[in-house]
């Protein structure tokens, strides 16, 4: 069975920082580009970063470059995202996906977009 389960959210100041997990089974990373999708409140889905495992490319949007790093520990079947210098725009539930496409740079995407969503994990970014 797939399985993607997000950890490492919590309540952070403007210029903080951030390390998001996802824990994946019955698949490796080989098998789909992963990403991290973020939902604001009253907003729609947002892509945030892909990464594919195999030619190790990365992919950001413009407003997390620089800031966030998205990665693998694949001995622990683990996704991460390193977030660093926090802002209040970036308050949002996080989530990790797995998908034949990784990279959805339209304002908004839709479930459609990724075969595989975990649960999701709140990141909330105020002083």
């Known amino acids: 069975e797939v399985q993607l389960v997000e950890s490492g959210g919590g309540l952070v100041q403007p210029g903080g920082s951030l390390k998001l997990s996802c824990a994946v089974s019955?698949?490796?990373?080989?098998?789909?580009?992963m990403s991290w999708v973020r939902q604001a409140p009253g907003k729609g889905l947002e892509w945030v970063s892909s990464?594919?495992?195999?030619?190790?490319?990365?992919y950001y949007t413009d407003s997390v470059k620089g800031r966030f790093t998205i990665s693998t520990d694949n001995a622990k079947d683990t996704l991460y995202l390193q977030m660093n210098n926090l802002k209040p725009d970036d308050t949002a539930v996080y989530y990790c996906?797995?998908?034949?496409?990784?990279?959805?740079?339209?304002?908004?995407?839709?479930?459609?977009?990724?075969?595989?969503w975990g649960q999701g994990t709140q990141v909330i970014v105020f002083p």
């Open positions: 996906a797995a998908g034949m496409i990784g990279v959805h740079t339209r304002l908004e995407v839709t479930r459609k977009d990724y075969n595989y």
């Open positions: 990464l594919y495992s195999v030619s190790k490319n990365t």
């Open positions: 019955g698949f490796t990373f080989d098998d789909y580009a």
